[in-house]
Each structure stands twice: as C-alpha cells, then as structure tokens.
C-alpha cells in the first residue's frame, strides 16, 4: 500500500506564496505521474497540475504562470509552488500518484490552503 501525504497548507494573504509538499512511501514514486488537485466547497473536484515521471509538466489555465509543479525522485516527493495567491485558490489540496499502465491511482488525505486577508 501506498501513502501521500500532503504538508505545507495554510492560511496567506492574497498576492502571497506557499509550497504544498507530497510524501510518498514505497518503491513507485519514479514511475508515477503524479498530480495536485484541488476542491472548493461545493464545487467538484479540479486538475491543478500534473507531472510524468520523465518531468514533463501540465497545468490548468487558472493557474498557469502562478503554479508550478515539480518532483525530487531522490525524497519521494513532489512539490506544487504557488505564488500570486487570490481568494479563489482557496480548497483543499489534494496529491494523486497514477499509473495507468500498472494500474494504480493513489490519493493523499488532502491540505487546506485558504487566501484571505
């Protein structure tokens, strides 16, 4: 079985920064793409952004230019770096390890980040 867990949410001022972290336990981190999503009171869940395990990055319009996603294969750990915070990014944040080829889709428990002054 595998675990992420999330770390680095909170509370900031709109206009400032945090770095969401995603731990992940067992052997399957450098195969994974691995994603950040995120979910807003009464809204679904939404793609953030999402890197392969060759590095290659997506990321959702909303937040394009403002976020970037990354991953340390070394620390098991990917990262989402969100600057340019506004009140409409507050959600929880949640970390997704998949493959599809082996078959596998993992969630984190999530991180509340919320933008408000």
């Known amino acids: 079985q595998v675990q992420l867990v999330e770390s680095g949410g909170g509370l900031v001022q709109p206009g400032g920064s945090l770095r969401l972290s995603c731990a992940a336990s067992?052997?399957?981190?450098?195969?994974?793409?691995m994603g950040w999503y995120r979910q807003a009171p009464g809204k679904q869940r939404e793609l953030v952004a999402t890197?392969?395990?060759?590095?290659?990055?997506n990321a959702a319009d909303s937040v394009k230019g403002r976020f970037t996603v990354s991953r340390d294969n070394a620390k098991n750990t990917a990262y989402l770096q969100m600057n340019s915070l506004k009140p409409e990014d507050t959600a929880v944040y949640y970390c997704?390890?998949?493959?599809?080829?082996?078959?596998?889709?993992?969630w984190g428990q999530g991180t509340q980040v919320t933008v408000s002054s």
């Open positions: 067992g052997s399957i981190f450098r195969l994974s793409t």
């Open positions: 890197i392969t395990s060759g590095g290659n990055t």
């Open positions: 997704n390890a998949r493959n599809i080829k082996l078959r596998y889709d993992y």
